[in-house]
């Protein structure tokens, strides 16, 4: 069994210090931010979920370069991400002292504004079985099942662009959670067409070993043969790599992956990463070779954002450097209309021209991430070109489930 000693980097195990909304008055004093943008981030994250650890303060964040700083706003709340007329209120709910009922009907109502679930992901994608609506699971493709395992509904961070944020505000109306681990099991029984299963959330990787092999080891039995890959959507990589390299359980979740593998079943972890700053410490490094080392592949993806990643040039670095490390870049997203997207959005003429800059920018082998993509009730829609008919200009736009184009 590989070791993390077995590598050019050793780590003594580090202990995870989380920090919500509650410590932004201590971190404001700890690394010099001044006072009103503390208010500003009290602000934001009395509606949108914020949680960030010592990993990404210490190491990945350059606060000499505060509030510009990619990952700063990758972790952390900006006034801009709330349209002025819900900042101004909840600032005046807090200033004012409202009620603890008024300030709460406020926010509530804020987040119902702000498409908690886009594309009908709760009306459209929750399956049935004998009848009954199947709760943590989607099936919005054909060959692949989408599972939420409730003890995989956080992470280690939160990002603040997160289309998922209503997953971590608390309210269970609107979070997706399996309550029983024998669902996922279930449903593919009657459902032999399924190959792919991607375990995802929040984010699995938060889960101790023992309780990921108690989702995923009945799937690989004989009677689940039909299921081929599975797949692990984590941020882990960025947020947390210790969890493959000094955790308490990291050499039993490198044995569980040896053993996924050897069961004859695809492991791949799709990875999310934004920037090419969350690659630049030893540690990811060392976590994306032990993963590789047992036997999982590593796909990348992550939507484009602007103040985060809205340049060629961050884009042709982050994938040449992926490739280098042994990644596969996957996907380039649009991003949602959910959330903080009015901050977040490019245009998708934008979006295509800095797509297709980045990639001729790098070689062959990493020309493998597709985009800009959407999420959309089709499936998956790639923007593939824009044409011109009768001097009008239109985008041609890809169904990836179909396999055809039409020009909308």
């Given at each position: 069994m590989l070791m993390a000693k077995d590598f050019v980097y050793e780590y003594?195990?580090?202990?995870?210090?989380?920090?919500?909304?509650?410590?932004?008055?201590?971190l404001g004093k700890l690394k010099g931010i001044d006072d009103k943008l503390i208010f500003e981030m009290k602000v934001v994250s009395e509606v949108l979920p914020f949680r960030v650890n010592n990993y990404v303060i210490d190491q990945l964040i350059n606060w000499d370069n505060v509030p510009n700083d990619p990952i700063f706003q990758l972790t952390f709340p900006q006034k801009g991400m709330l349209k002025d007329i819900y900042f101004d209120q909840v600032a005046k709910s807090i200033t004012e002292c409202w009620s603890k009922e008024q300030h709460k009907e406020l926010i509530r109502n804020i987040r119902l504004e702000l498409n908690p679930?886009?594309?009908?992901?709760l009306e459209k994608n929750i399956p049935t079985l004998n009848g009954q609506e199947v709760q943590g699971i989607q099936h919005k493709y054909t060959n692949t099942v989408l599972f939420f395992p409730s003890s995989g509904q956080t992470c280690h961070s939160y990002c603040s662009f997160c289309f998922r944020w209503a997953q971590f505000i608390g309210d269970t109306d609107?979070?997706?959670a399996a309550r029983e681990s024998d669902q996922l099991q279930q449903y593919l029984r009657?459902?032999?067409?399924v190959t792919d299963i991607l375990i995802t959330g929040g984010d699995p990787m938060v889960m101790k070993t023992k309780k990921l092999r108690a989702y995923i080891e009945p799937l690989l039995a004989e009677e689940f043969s039909h299921i081929r890959t599975i797949r692990v959507g984590t941020k882990a990589l960025s947020f947390w790599p210790q969890r493959f390299v000094s955790d308490d359980d990291s050499d039993e979740l490198m044995e569980f992956f040896r053993e996924i593998k050897a069961?004859?079943?695809?492991?791949?972890?799709?990875?999310?990463?934004?920037h090419w700053q969350e690659l630049s410490t030893d540690i990811s490094h060392s976590a994306i070779k032990r993963v590789l080392n047992a036997?999982?592949?590593?796909?990348?993806?992550?939507?484009l954002l602007r103040n985060i990643n809205d340049s060629p040039e961050i884009w042709s670095r982050l994938w040449q450097e992926q490739v280098e490390l042994g990644i596969i870049p996957y996907y380039m997203f649009v991003e949602r209309d959910t959330g903080a997207c009015n901050y977040f959005e490019v245009p998708l003429f934008k979006a295509w021209k800095i797509y297709q800059s980045a990639i001729q920018k790098?070689?062959?082998v990493a020309r493998t991430a597709r985009g800009p993509s959407m999420s959309a009730d089709p499936g998956k829609v790639e923007i593939q070109g824009i044409i011109e008919i009768e001097r009008e200009k239109y985008f041609v736009l890809r169904e990836g489930l179909k396999k055809t184009?039409?020009?909308w």
């Amino acid at each position: 069994m590989l070791m993390a000693k077995d590598f050019v980097y050793e780590y003594e195990k580090e202990k995870m210090t989380v920090y919500t909304s509650r410590d932004l008055d201590d971190l404001g004093k700890l690394k010099g931010i001044d006072d009103k943008l503390i208010f500003e981030m009290k602000v934001v994250s009395e509606v949108l979920p914020f949680r960030v650890n010592n990993y990404v303060i210490d190491q990945l964040i350059n606060w000499d370069n505060v509030p510009n700083d990619p990952i700063f706003q990758l972790t952390f709340p900006q006034k801009g991400m709330l349209k002025d007329i819900y900042f101004d209120q909840v600032a005046k709910s807090i200033t004012e002292c409202w009620s603890k009922e008024q300030h709460k009907e406020l926010i509530r109502n804020i987040r119902l504004e702000l498409n908690p679930h886009p594309a009908g992901q709760l009306e459209k994608n929750i399956p049935t079985l004998n009848g009954q609506e199947v709760q943590g699971i989607q099936h919005k493709y054909t060959n692949t099942v989408l599972f939420f395992p409730s003890s995989g509904q956080t992470c280690h961070s939160y990002c603040s662009f997160c289309f998922r944020w209503a997953q971590f505000i608390g309210d269970t109306d609107l979070r997706m959670a399996a309550r029983e681990s024998d669902q996922l099991q279930q449903y593919l029984r009657s459902h032999p067409e399924v190959t792919d299963i991607l375990i995802t959330g929040g984010d699995p990787m938060v889960m101790k070993t023992k309780k990921l092999r108690a989702y995923i080891e009945p799937l690989l039995a004989e009677e689940f043969s039909h299921i081929r890959t599975i797949r692990v959507g984590t941020k882990a990589l960025s947020f947390w790599p210790q969890r493959f390299v000094s955790d308490d359980d990291s050499d039993e979740l490198m044995e569980f992956f040896r053993e996924i593998k050897a069961s004859g079943k695809h492991l791949a972890l799709m990875a999310h990463y934004n920037h090419w700053q969350e690659l630049s410490t030893d540690i990811s490094h060392s976590a994306i070779k032990r993963v590789l080392n047992a036997g999982a592949v590593i796909r990348s993806q992550g939507p484009l954002l602007r103040n985060i990643n809205d340049s060629p040039e961050i884009w042709s670095r982050l994938w040449q450097e992926q490739v280098e490390l042994g990644i596969i870049p996957y996907y380039m997203f649009v991003e949602r209309d959910t959330g903080a997207c009015n901050y977040f959005e490019v245009p998708l003429f934008k979006a295509w021209k800095i797509y297709q800059s980045a990639i001729q920018k790098v070689s062959g082998v990493a020309r493998t991430a597709r985009g800009p993509s959407m999420s959309a009730d089709p499936g998956k829609v790639e923007i593939q070109g824009i044409i011109e008919i009768e001097r009008e200009k239109y985008f041609v736009l890809r169904e990836g489930l179909k396999k055809t184009s039409r020009i909308w």
